[in-house]
C-alpha cells in the first residue's frame, strides 16, 4: 500500500512528544509494510541530518507569521502551516500519485482536509485517517479558562478554543478512522462523532532501559522535570507547577532540575523568584540527570492525550510523580505504582513526604517498570494501523460501490 502522511513539520530532531509519536507511528507503518510519504515543513535553521529517511519529504517555503494566522478562519496551528507552497506541495502529490491511504496528522494538519476529501472521491478512494495527538477542543477550552494572562491574550484564547473545537470536530466527522492516543481520548470522539470509528494507538517505546537500579542515600534529592516548554500550553503547565513547588522543595532541600527548551520570556519571569529550580536547557544526554535523581514529575494539569515523557522516565527505573489526570493515558497496572495526586499543590505535598522514603521508591520504580515492560511496541502500532486502513478502505470501496445502484434503483 501506498500511505501519503501530512503533517506539520517533518518529525526531527525528536525534542517533543507530537514529532516522537509521528515518527514513531509513521516509521512503524513503513515497517508494517506499507510505502509512507511524510510531507512537512523542515527543522529551523538546519539542513537534513545523515540518515534522513528517505520517505520524509520536506516542503518548500515558510511558515505563515502569527499575526498573519490569527486572521485564519483556521486555529493558529493550522492557519500556520497553511502556505501555498504547502498547498501546491500537496496538490502535486494528489494529483500524480494514486494514494491507498491518506494521514492527517493532528488537528495542525487539518486545514488540508478539503483536498483530501476530494481526493477520496477518486477510484479506488483512499482511506482517510486522522491522527490525533490530544482531544484538542477540551485542551483548549480548559486553557482559557484557567489562563492568567492579560486580558488581550485570553481572548486570543477563547477565539483560538472555538476554532480549534470547529475543526476537530469537522476533522473527526469525515475521515473514514480517528487514531486515539489514549483509550480516554477515543471515548470522547466517539460523543463528538457519533458512530465514526477509532482506534487507540498508544505510544511505542523505542528508547534505553536500564536494566537495574537501586535509589540509595547517596542519590541527591533531586526531582527532574522533561519537556520541551516551546508551546504555550507546557507553559502555563510549567509556570503553575514551580510557582508551588520551588518554595516548598527549597524549605525541604530539594532541587528541581528542568530539561528541556525554554523561552526566553518565560526565563526572565521565573528566574528571579525561583530558588530550588535549575533550568538546564535543551541536552544531548538526559541519564545523567535521571541517574541523579530520586523522582520524575509529570505536572501537567492542563491537556490531556497520552505524556511519552512517562515511558523515558519508567524505563530509566525513575520513580513518577504526577497530577491524576495526567495518567489517563496508562493502564491501572502502571498507574498503581506511580505517585498520583490531583493537583500541584497535592503532588508537591506528596513529593515532599516520598523523597526520602527509599525503598518505596524502589518499589515504584521497580513495579512500574515491570508493568510496562511488554506493552509499548512500536511494530505492533503499526501493523494494527496498517490492518485498520485495509478495513477502511474496504469500506469506502463497498460504499463507493452501492452508491450507483441505489442511484440506478431510484430512476429506473
Known amino acids: 500500500m501506498n500511505c501519503l502522511w501530512i503533517a506539520r513539520e517533518l518529525p526531527f530532531p525528536a525534542d517533543a512528544g507530537d514529532k516522537i509519536y509521528s515518527a514513531g507511528l509513521a516509521g512503524a507503518l513503513v515497517e508494517a509494510g506499507t510505502a509512507v510519504r511524510l510531507l512537512g515543513f523542515p527543522p529551523e535553521g538546519g539542513a537534513p541530518p545523515a540518515g534522513w529517511p528517505e520517505h520524509w519529504q520536506p516542503v518548500g517555503g515558510a511558515r505563515h507569521s502569527q499575526r498573519r494566522a490569527l486572521f485564519s478562519p483556521l486555529p493558529l496551528a493550522a492557519a500556520l502551516h497553511d502556505t501555498p507552497a504547502y498547498r501546491a506541495a500537496l496538490a502535486e502529490q494528489l494529483r500524480d500519485e494514486t494514494w491507498d491511504a491518506i494521514v492527517v496528522d493532528s488537528y495542525g494538519s487539518g486545514w488540508a482536509l478539503k483536498d483530501c476529501l476530494a481526493a477520496a472521491r477518486k477510484s479506488p478512494p483512499p482511506a482517510l485517517i486522522y491522527v490525533a495527538h490530544n482531544q484538542e477542543g477540551a485542551l483548549w477550552l480548559d486553557l482559557a479558562r484557567h489562563s492568567r494572562a492579560p486580558l488581550p491574550t485570553r481572548l486570543a484564547l477563547w477565539q483560538n478554543w472555538l476554532k480549534v473545537r470547529a475543526l476537530e470536530r469537522t476533522l473527526l466527522r469525515h475521515v473514514d478512522l480517528t487514531c486515539a492516543i489514549s483509550a480516554e481520548d477515543a471515548a470522547a470522539f466517539s460523543v463528538l462523532a457519533p458512530g465514526r470509528p477509532t482506534l487507540v494507538l498508544t505510544p511505542g517505546y523505542a528508547g534505553a532501559r536500564q536494566p537495574e537500579r537501586l535509589i540509595t542515600a547517596a542519590c541527591p534529592k533531586r526531582v527532574v522535570l522533561l519537556g520541551s516548554f516551546r508551546w504555550l500550553v507546557k507553559q502555563e ?20 532540575d528542568v530539561i528541556g527548551d525554554v523561552p526566553d520570556s518565560l526565563l526572565a519571569e521565573l528566574r528571579p523568584q525561583l530558588k530550588a529550580t535549575v533550568f538546564h536547557g535543551f541536552v544531548d544526554d538526559v541519564a545523567p540527570f535521571f541517574a541523579n535523581a530520586r523522582l520524575a514529575v509529570v505536572p501537567e494539569a492542563i491537556g490531556g492525550g497520552f505524556k ?7 524505563f530509566a527505573r525513575l520513580p513518577v510523580s504526577t497530577i491524576a489526570s495526567a495518567a489517563a493515558g496508562l493502564p491501572p497496572g502502571i498507574r498503581r505504582h506511580l505517585l498520583c495526586r490531583p ?3 497535592a503532588l508537591v505535598a506528596a513529593i515532599v513526604a516520598h523523597i526520602d522514603r527509599l525503598p518505596a521508591l524502589n518499589d515504584m520504580q521497580r513495579n512500574a517498570y515491570a508493568a510496562a515492560g511488554q506493552l509499548y511496541r512500536w511494530a505492533e502500532r503499526g501493523s494494527a494501523l496498517r490492518d485498520a486502513i485495509v478495513a477502511c478502505r474496504a469500506r469506502r470501496a463497498g460504499a463507493a460501490k452501492a452508491r450507483p445502484a441505489a442511484y440506478r434503483m431510484e430512476i429506473s
Open 237 to 256: 503547565n510549567l509556570r503553575r507547577f514551580v510557582e508551588v513547588a520551588d518554595p516548598a522543595f527549597a524549605r525541604h532541600g530539594i532541587a528541581l
Open 308 to 314: 511519552l515523557k512517562f515511558l523515558d522516565y519508567i
Open 343 to 345: 493537583d500541584p499543590a
